[in-house]
């Protein structure tokens, strides 16, 4: 793996290319212990489920998906897994977006992380989002970027006209006006913390 580093400044020039404006890290109740198998299963019915609940049927039989880059990181010891992620919101309400996605994650399964343990915001800085996505290029190389559940075949016009009452009922079933609320207190709560830190807080999230 002599040309990480080569490898790394590629995939960085090429997601900065790409349009998404959501940061986010999503963790497990115990990323140690969670074990890969698991991990890449839940992760896997998680996006099909963000799909599902923002784009209903056409996820599956059109492939209208939400555009996502995900990358996996074991953290600094190389034993905590958890994944983070840059996404074009696929509703014009970004910071809603936010919630939904950490909302449908809190409650997608009990090995998944409590909301105010994930990380899902409006990007602030391009380029210091993607030096964090691809930070572990040097350990893990090409295997940090996870092909399987990211996406980037959307036409982002073919994707605004899903915005509609019936994608409101859907967003309604998958993530209760309670665990709405939730989320945006832990949204609030994360951009606070990012404003008092000036934007290194990030790199403290795993």
Not at 107 to 122: E, G, I
Not at 130 to 145: I, K
């Amino acid at each position: 793996m002599a040309d990480w580093r080569r490898e790394r400044r590629e995939l960085n020039r090429y997601l900065l290319e790409q349009d998404w404006d959501v940061f986010g890290t999503l963790k497990f109740v115990n990323g140690r212990t969670i074990g890969a198998e698991t991990a890449h299963k839940l992760l896997r019915s998680y996006w099909n489920r963000v799909d599902r609940v923002f784009f209903g049927h056409a996820a599956k039989r059109q492939h209208i998906r939400v555009p996502r880059w995900c990358f996996a990181h074991e953290g600094s010891d190389a034993e905590n897994f958890h994944i983070h992620f840059v996404l074009k919101s696929p509703i014009v309400d970004t910071e809603h977006a936010c919630c939904v996605l950490n909302a449908i994650w809190a409650k997608h399964h009990h090995q998944t992380a409590p909301l105010a343990k994930n990380w899902v915001m409006p990007v602030i800085s391009r380029s210091r989002a993607v030096n964090y996505v691809t930070r572990e290029y040097w350990r893990m190389g090409s295997a940090t970027l996870l092909d399987e559940i990211s996406w980037h075949s959307t036409d982002l016009a073919e994707m605004a006209k899903y915005e509609h009452d019936a994608q409101r009922q859907r967003i309604q079933r998958a993530a209760s006006p309670i665990w709405l609320r939730q989320a945006e207190q832990a949204l609030t709560a994360q951009q606070a913390a990012y404003a008092a830190d000036d934007g290194n807080l990030v790199a403290k999230r795993g």
